[in-house]
T-cell receptor, first 115, second 114 residues
Framework: DVKVTQSSRYLVKRTGEKVFLECVQD?????MFWYRQDPGLGLRLIYF???????EKGDIPEGYSVSREKKERFSLILESASTNQTSMYLC??????????????FGPGTRLLVL | SQQGEEDPQALSIQEGENATMNCSYK?????LQWYRQNSGRGLVHLIL?????REKHSGRLRVTLDTSKKSSSLLITASRAADTASYFC??????????????FGKGTKLTVNP
């Protein structure tokens, strides 16, 4: 079974802090994704990566950056956390270099609260 | 951008009953997927149906796809309390640069009462 893990289930940070959210998958998947999920807005894609050191902006990349130094690890960085980044963050992965729209496997999520 | 929209937003049924959720989308697709999310957890893939398929089964799940109406339905038969979750449809959508992404609807919250 595919396993996608996220570094924290719950995180509390202060406004202005730099925040790192880590995601690791163990199935040698090419594609990795970061979403945020907010009530009434559903899942929105922040960034995704289809290869090591490659990244592509999603729908809401502002205020975020990502890093993919190794195939299995995809990090989401909030350079200066703000209260409007309080949300549930979900990481996902899928196989296939050219078909990111195929089945995605999700981690358990990180609930981030920015005070 | 195109988006799957689930209907109803919330559904409450008794154990043993069938649950039907619908998804409508706006533009042509390669495939449509359904996912389940238990409260406070990540999403779990349930089933994928391709644009050239009309119906697909997986255990107690039955998915239909009508590309002429741009709609899909998910039927859960003989529901159980453990089916209580939110259910999302997801369709593919082009991104800039030629790659594609999944676009998720806002979900149907299903409650199965014991």
């Amino acid at each position: 079974d595919v396993k996608v893990t996220q570094s924290s289930r719950y995180l509390v940070k202060r406004t202005g802090e730099k925040v790192f959210l880590e995601c690791v998958q163990d199935m040698d998947h090419e594609n990795m994704f970061w979403y945020r999920q907010d009530p009434g807005l559903g899942l929105r894609l922040i960034y995704f990566s289809y290869d090591v050191k490659m990244k592509e902006k999603g729908d809401i990349p502002e205020g975020y950056s990502v890093s993919r130094e190794k195939k299995e690890r995809f990090s989401l960085i909030l350079e200066s956390a703000s209260t409007n980044q309080t949300s549930m963050y979900l990481c996902a992965s899928s196989r296939g270099l050219t078909r990111p729209q195929e089945t995605q496997y999700f981690g358990p999520g990180t609930r981030l609260l920015v005070l | 951008s195109q988006q799957g929209e689930e209907d109803p937003q919330a559904l409450s049924i008794q154990e043993g009953e069938n649950a039907t959720m619908n998804c409508s989308y706006k533009t042509s697709i390669n495939n449509l997927q359904w996912y389940r999310q238990n409260s406070g957890r990540g999403l779990v893939h349930l089933i994928l149906i391709r644009s050239n398929e009309r119906e697909k089964h997986s255990g107690r799940l039955r998915v239909t796809l009508d590309t002429s109406k741009k709609s899909s339905s998910l039927l859960i038969t003989a529901s159980r309390a453990a089916d209580t979750a939110s259910y999302f449809c997801a369709t593919d959508s082009p991104l800039q640069g030629g790659s594609e992404k999944l676009v998720f609807g806002k979900g149907t919250k299903l409650t199965v009462n014991p």
